[in-house]
């Protein structure tokens, strides 16, 4: 059976601490890989899509890399903005765009 | 680009009453649309697969005759939430993929509160 699985539930970094998050996945083809961010009461907001295995992306703070068994969302320096919680996806079933959500992160900075 | 809404942002309704909500892509033409809903805390929830011009497709538990999906052009979806109850209460958040896109790009959510 198809699975994705974030890890940790929730976390709490300190203003410029430096972390990652994973994103585990069980798929038996995987077509891509999607990384968005939801603010409460908002819905999630695209940041990257990564298709194979060594692929890395970034954008400003974040940097998003992906092997054949998981994904990592790197955070550098974080800032109380960054706090949401972060959606990881996966897309693995041919002729169709369905996702197959984790639960998410979510993610507290403290300045 | 890639600009999703819906509206409403919230509603609140009576117990009974039926509550339709609109999904529609801005600057871009969407062949494919999706709703979810997503509970407190929680990750969202797949419930219908919304292709423009062709009956949706539920995922296994949603009741169709429940939660009426139509999409009829390019850039529209709606939910239409049936003989709603407090149980339907919910956040419910639509999506797109514009054409030549793997992407889904998601709407602002609509708050139903049913009293």
């Known amino acids: 059976e198809d699975q994705v699985t974030q890890s940790p539930e929730a976390l709490r970094l300190q203003e410029g601490e430096s972390s990652s998050l994973n994103c585990s996945y069980t798929v038996s083809g995987l077509r891509g890989l999607f990384w968005y961010r939801q603010d409460p009461g908002k819905g999630p907001e695209f940041l990257f899509t990564l298709y194979s295995a060594g692929e890395e992306k970034e954008k400003e703070r974040l940097k998003a890399t992906l092997t054949k068994k998981e994904s990592f969302l790197h955070i550098t320096a974080p800032k109380p903005e960054d706090s949401a919680t972060y959606l990881c996806a996966v897309q693995a079933e041919v002729g169709t765009y369905k996702y197959i959500f984790g639960t998410g992160t979510r993610l507290k900075v403290l300045a | 680009g890639a600009v999703v809404s819906q509206h409403p942002s919230r509603v609140i309704c009576k117990s009974g009453t039926s509550v339709k909500i609109e999904c529609r892509s801005l600057d871009f033409q969407a062949t494919t649309m999706f709703w979810y809903r997503q509970f407190p805390k929680q990750s969202l929830m797949l419930m219908a697969t919304?292709?423009?011009?062709?009956?949706?497709?539920?995922e296994q538990g949603v009741e169709k005759d429940k939660f009426l999906i139509n999409h009829a052009s390019l850039t529209l979806s709606t939910l239409t939430v049936t003989s709603a109850h407090p149980e339907d209460s919910s956040f419910y958040i639509c999506?797109?993929?514009?054409?030549?896109?793997?992407?889904?790009?998601f709407g602002p959510g609509t708050r139903l509160t049913v009293l």
């Open positions: 999506s797109a993929v514009p054409g030549g896109y793997n992407e889904q790009f």
């Open positions: 919304s292709n423009e011009g062709s009956k949706a497709t539920y």
